[in-house]
């Protein structure tokens, strides 16, 4: 067997989002559930783009988790690596949607989640080594021992290039900012590429100015460094080149998944052998589209929905 485009490591489970929007989960009369989880996310937006993607993650042996390989399988995911097993539940996530900025999640994923108990010994280890991108977030290096699968994961990858660090803070699996400072310190010594926004950058490398959080980042060896702005666009920075692009204009419904379909598309650009600012442009454009709908997963755009889009984009700045 080839080896794959992309192992995307991490956290999987069951989004269960209100349709009803503007008010709080109390008033919600009815939800719609999706397949969620970053690192799952990433997976499907790269498969959207016709790249063959594996996920590598646990679930619980419940029903929610057979929903989760059976949905990543119909959304072109190989679900080979996703795992289930006796122990915490397949977790939910609920979201509040107060467009165009305010998007409150709450994760039922207490103390653990299945996600974080991946070991070392469950690891595809040579299709991970293997791949041509490898994707994993910091939400992973939050418990273990999904933190010392992590680092053999890296430690067997052995920084090949396209190696990924999604900065993916999460407050909340945290015991405090400190803490994962120091592990993202210690993942940044493994990764090649480095994703994140202003205030993960700061957890990171202790900078929220993009530039200086991009040189701190580059200082650490790294190849790409990607600091995303919001509305004030993303910047992408190499040893020798950096690209900023302003944001696409966009009716804002849901904003939690911009982030991952911006990480698929990224992965599609860096194995299509793009310049840097035609993946920008492009990962911009498709993180902005799945902000203008609800759901994350199967809101994934193809390669056709972001080229039309950035077709009307480069019309308007020419008119």
């Known amino acids: 067997m080839s080896a794959l485009d992309l192992v995307s490591m991490g956290r999987t489970g069951v989004d269960i989002y209100p349709l009803q929007h503007g008010v709080g989960l109390e008033d919600v009369q009815t939800f719609q559930k999706f397949l969620g989880g970053s690192a799952t996310n990433v997976a499907v937006a790269a498969a959207r783009y016709g790249r063959r993607a594996a996920l590598v993650t646990r679930t619980g042996h419940d029903p929610f988790g057979r929903y989760v390989r059976l949905e990543a399988a119909r959304l072109g995911v190989d679900p080979s690596y996703i795992m289930a097993g006796e122990g915490p539940p397949t977790p939910v996530t609920f979201c509040e949607v107060f467009p165009p900025d305010d998007f409150p999640l709450y994760f039922y994923r207490y103390p653990t989640a299945p996600d974080l108990q991946i070991t070392a010994e469950d690891l595809p280890l040579d299709a991970i080594r293997d791949a041509a991108v490898f994707w994993a977030t910091v939400t992973g290096l939050s418990q273990e021992p999904s933190r010392a699968a992590h680092a053999a994961a890296w430690e067997h990858r052995a920084r090949r290039r396209h190696t990924i660090l999604d900065l993916d803070?999460?407050?909340?699996?945290?015991?405090?900012?400190?803490?994962?400072?120091?592990?993202?310190?210690?993942?940044?010594?493994?990764?090649?590429?480095?994703?994140?926004?202003?205030?993960?950058?700061?957890?990171?490398?202790?900078?929220?100015?993009?530039?200086?959080?991009a040189d701190a980042l580059l200082e650490r060896g790294l190849e790409l460094v990607v600091v995303k702005q919001g509305p004030k666009g993303v910047l992408a920075a190499t040893p020798d080149e950096r690209v900023e692009v302003p944001p696409f204009p966009v009716d804002v419904v849901n904003g939690l998944g911009a982030g991952d379909a911006f990480g698929g598309a990224l992965v599609h650009g860096l194995l299509a052998g793009w310049e840097l600012q035609r993946i920008l442009e492009f990962a911009n454009v498709a993180g902005a589209l799945v902000a203008g709908r609800l759901e994350c997963s199967t809101a994934m755009p193809d390669e056709a929905e972001v080229a039309q889009a950035l077709t009307g984009l480069n019309f308007e700045r020419k008119s």
């Open 169 to 213: 803070y999460r407050p909340m699996f945290w015991p405090d900012a400190g803490e994962a400072t120091e592990q993202v310190g210690k993942a940044l010594e493994h990764v090649t590429v480095a994703v994140g926004n202003r205030e993960e950058c700061a957890v990171a490398v202790g900078e929220t100015d993009p530039q200086r959080a």
